[in-house]
């Protein structure tokens, strides 16, 4: 199975940073990794699909870049509605699998 | 409006079996794959499987923890999809969430219901 490790596993920022969480994939992927975002008693929601491709109706400031085995979600300017936890997914074979999850915190 | 509902969660002895169901609406059920993802109390998420629609055969794939203990199903005529937990351990206590994927084959999660609690407990 494909192992997706993200970096780091928490991360405090304040409303204005810029924010990067990489995820990393055990061999190759291309660019079959999407990224979700996910508020505490809710549904995870697609923010990044093929790597780079923003889900209709995600703010411009959330971009993904990679291919291969590294990966990056950034958001250029944190909101107050980001402070989530994020996860990414390679779909690239059965199984998929998810990242451990990075938690942004209100610094 | 695409709309996913599970039911059938609730509190399992281990060993048990306990079937759930995604009821869906607002899209051709028929011409998606439909995942689950599973979510312990505090921790990441984790891929369950996918169950393909007709026209790819309508087969299935699992992750390696539920292979052999686990299965899915679809009715197509009735837009739903069912998750058949066998042999249940306490460590598939989670919240089982089903979703959509993209296009029809795709396993990325595109809408997803709100999930429903499984606690697998003597």
């Known amino acids: 199975d494909i192992q997706m490790t993200q970096s780091p596993s928490t991360l405090s920022a304040s409303v204005g940073d810029r924010v990067t969480i990489t995820c990393r994939a055990s061999?190759?992927?291309?660019?079959?990794l999407a990224w979700y975002q996910q508020k505490p008693g809710e549904a995870p929601n697609l923010l990044i699909y093929?790597?780079?491709s923003l889900e209709s109706g995600v703010p411009s400031r959330f971009s993904g870049s990679g291919s291969g085995t590294e990966f990056t979600l950034t958001i250029s300017s944190m909101q107050p509605d980001d402070f989530a936890t994020y996860y990414c997914?390679?779909?690239?074979?059965?199984?998929?699998?998810f990242g451990q999850g990075t938690k942004l915190e209100i610094k | 409006e695409v709309q996913l509902v599970e039911s059938g969660g609730g509190l399992v002895q281990p060993g048990r079996s306990l079937r759930l169901s995604c009821a869906v609406s607002g899209f051709n059920f028929g011409d998606y794959a439909m995942s689950w993802v599973r979510q312990a109390p505090g921790k990441g998420l984790e891929w369950v499987g996918l169950?393909?629609?007709?026209?790819?055969?309508?087969?299935?794939e699992y992750a390696a923890s539920v292979k052999g203990r686990f299965s899915f199903s679809r009715d197509d005529s009735k837009s739903i999809a069912f998750l058949q937990m066998n042999s249940l351990k306490t460590e598939d206590t989670a919240v089982y969430y089903c979703s959509r994927g993209l296009y029809s084959s795709s396993s990325v999660g595109r809408y997803w219901g709100q999930g429903t609690l499984v606690t697998v407990s003597s």
């Open positions: 093929k790597a780079s």
């Open positions: 169950i393909r629609s007709q026209p790819y055969g309508g087969t299935t």
């Open positions: 997914q390679q779909y690239s074979s059965y199984p998929n699998t």
């Open positions: 061999q190759s992927i291309s660019g079959w």
